[in-house]
């Protein structure tokens, strides 16, 4: 992996848009989301005129270079399962993909696309600082805080803001004692004074394991669900009747945030789960919600809020429950969708800001954060003896 003091080599001319690396799939449960969101970005950064190059990381952690003209076969998500059968490149282990990607003539802002654990949790953004390469969105920090939901809630409720109850349930305390775990879930219920549960894996989104648990009968299964996809889970108390609110947040520096939104979404099942979001297509996004105008500026603020405590830098989406005239702060999406039913780009255009402009946009952020971070580089002199 080239260290980061190699020289940046070419930088575009004036007036000629950074060439860009479109990083999509990844080895996690969102992989095919990320595809969608991957190939729109892709698709439209192209169209605006930036040179683009999509990447695919299949489910085993290889790297594979798209052909230029292989979103003409792919669509669905099931045809990137054959990446060699697209003309694809590949396929690369990280450290040679990485060291192929510091190596181009000129060197590409990677766009990093990919939704869950490798994507959006740190892990991809350390390896890219290790390669001194440029990328969009949040820093190592944000990203492991944004992703983890049980240390996201654990770190706003320290600062004062709202967030829903929970309790955090460990795989390995699952299996060894399933009866213990079931009595402390059905004294919080009861305390929560609502038979119902929300249980989900605590480090993925997508609502991919996300479980409403009815009664106790029903939380033994949601728990195995959610284990399925993560060693932690999350256990929180059910909001009946909660609406479902999304602010985008856009920007590097604290002065300079723009906050979109809030939008909302509707749902067309019992909650908005994974089977709602992709595949009936039941459920609506409204861009702008019909809130009174207090309530819109309380939540904006929250946003703002919860955007600086992790360090969120790029682009954020930052989800809200509404119940009964009391906000709560629900998560912060580091690298939210962007596919056609994603609320995060409705909200920006409906800002002012459409999809080409909106994705140009955060590759412009990921320069100008790249610009201004300082990387020294030590001699055995500079080194405390």
Same mark, same amino acid.
């Given at each position: ?6 020289? +940046?080599?070419?930088?575009? %001319? ?5 060439? !860009?690396? !479109? ?16 190939? =729109? ?16 990381? *299949?489910?085993?952690?290889?790297? &594979? &270079? ?23 490149? %590949? ?34 953004? $350390?390896?890219?600082? $290790? ?8 820093? !190592? ?24 109850? &929970? ?31 929300? !249980? ?21 299964? $949601?728990?195995?669900? /959610?284990? +399925?996809?993560?060693?932690? /889970? ?26 979109? @939104? ?17 595949? *009936?297509?039941? $459920? +609506?996004?409204?861009? +702008? #919600? ?12 929250? /946003? ?19 119940? @009964? ?20 780009? #409705?909200? /920006? #255009?409906?800002? %002012? ?12 952020? =990921? ?19």
């Amino acid at each position: 992996m080239t260290p980061p003091g190699r020289s +940046r080599g070419r930088s575009p %001319g004036p007036g000629r848009p950074p060439s !860009v690396a !479109v990083l999509l799939g990844g080895p996690s449960a969102e992989h095919d989301v990320s595809i969608v969101s991957g190939t =729109a970005v892709a698709e439209a950064l192209g169209a605006a005129g930036f040179p683009v190059q999509a990447i695919l990381v *299949d489910l085993d952690g290889n790297w &594979w &270079w798209l052909p230029p003209d292989h979103r003409r076969e792919a669509r669905p998500p099931a045809v990137y399962d054959d990446p060699a059968g697209l003309g694809a490149l %590949g396929p690369f282990r990280t450290g040679a993909a990485l060291d192929r990607l510091a190596l181009g003539e000129p060197r590409p802002v990677v766009f990093v696309a990919l939704h869950g654990p490798f994507g959006e949790d740190g892990t991809i953004q $350390a390896l890219l600082e $290790a390669a001194g390469l440029a990328y969009t969105g949040s820093g !190592v920090t944000a990203s492991a805080l944004g992703m983890d939901k049980v240390l996201f809630k654990r770190l706003v409720r320290g600062l004062g803001l709202p967030v829903v109850e &929970w309790r955090e349930v460990r795989a390995e305390r699952w299996a060894a004692d399933p009866a213990a775990v079931l009595a402390e879930l059905e004294a919080f219920a009861t305390a929560t004074g609502d038979e119902r549960l929300m !249980v989900k894996p605590a480090r993925l989104g997508s609502s991919v394991g996300m479980t409403l648990a009815h009664d106790r009968s029903e939380r033994a299964a $949601a728990l195995d669900e /959610a284990f +399925r996809f993560d060693t932690l /889970a999350l256990v929180e108390r059910y909001l009946a009747g909660a609406r479902d609110l999304e602010v985008a947040v856009i920007g590097n520096e604290p002065e300079g945030l723009e906050v979109c @939104g809030p939008g909302e979404v509707v749902p067309g099942r019992e909650f908005y789960d994974y089977r709602d979001k992709y595949l *009936d297509g039941r $459920a +609506r996004i409204l861009a +702008r #919600a019909e809130l009174a105008p207090e309530l819109e500026v309380s939540i904006r603020r929250l /946003a703002r809020e919860a955007y600086l405590a992790i360090g969120a830098e790029g682009f954020a989406r930052v989800d809200f429950l509404l119940a @009964g005239g009391a906000i709560y702060l629900n998560e912060i999406n580091t690298i939210p969708g962007f596919t056609p039913i994603s609320l995060f780009p #409705a909200m /920006a #255009a409906a800002a %002012g800001h459409d999809f080409a402009a909106l994705v140009g946009r955060i590759v412009v952020l =990921a320069l100008e954060r790249e610009a201004r971070r300082a990387r020294p580089r030590l001699r055995p002199a500079d080194l405390p003896r």
